[in-house]
């Protein structure tokens, strides 16, 4: 017997469809040569673009932390005035084991503090050692002090903020006042 010759089922087709035979006329969609934009393209993708602009996160520095001689000008300045909100905004985790304001003992009572002396040691881009002066007038009888003292800055967000202090203060000299005791 041979198959060849018997004709096909037309109802019974099996498989995939062939293909058509002889040339395309037009390619497929995924096949096409990429074609050029015109103005009207390139105007819709400046609009598109313009409208993605500005999307992000605003980022906002506040003035006190943007450098690390601000951010320690702030801190002593919230410990002089007695501003435990203040100093503690100059720390990076909000420590509440820093010096309170008011126990920084040997501080007498003052109107003018400043600090002098800055001295810098990038460990990296996002932190530095700054040793200073912290330099202060006695209200009572006029006397300037001063003593050094450093600290440990990181930067965080762009703000700089106090991580831990370095060492010791060196203390300033003790000078007792000289006044009668049954006055």
């Not at 313009?50 to 601000?70: I, K």
Request: aromatic residues 10%; contains cysteine.
């Amino acid at each position: 017997m041979r198959l060849e010759l018997l004709e096909p089922v037309p109802y019974r087709t099996l498989g995939t469809t062939a293909p058509p035979s002889g040339v395309f006329t037009s390619a497929p969609a995924f096949a096409r040569e990429g074609r050029r934009l015109g103005i009207r393209g390139w105007l819709l993708v400046m609009a598109v673009a313009c409208t993605l602009l500005g999307q992000g996160e605003h980022s906002r520095v506040d003035h006190r932390f943007r450098a690390p001689s601000t951010t320690l000008q702030t801190y002593w300045e919230a410990l002089r005035a007695g501003d435990a909100d203040g100093a503690w905004a100059c720390f990076v985790e909000g420590r509440r084991d820093v010096p309170l304001p008011g126990s920084v003992w040997f501080l007498p009572t003052t109107d003018d503090l400043w600090l002098s002396g800055y001295r810098a040691l990038s460990v990296s881009a996002t932190r530095v050692m700054v040793s200073y002066e912290v330099h202060y007038r006695d209200a009572r009888n006029g006397d300037e002090r001063m003593f050094r003292f450093g600290n440990e800055l990181v930067r965080v967000r762009g703000e700089w903020r106090i991580a831990k202090p370095i060492g010791e203060a060196s203390m300033p000299e003790w000078k007792p006042k000289e006044c009668a005791v049954d006055s």
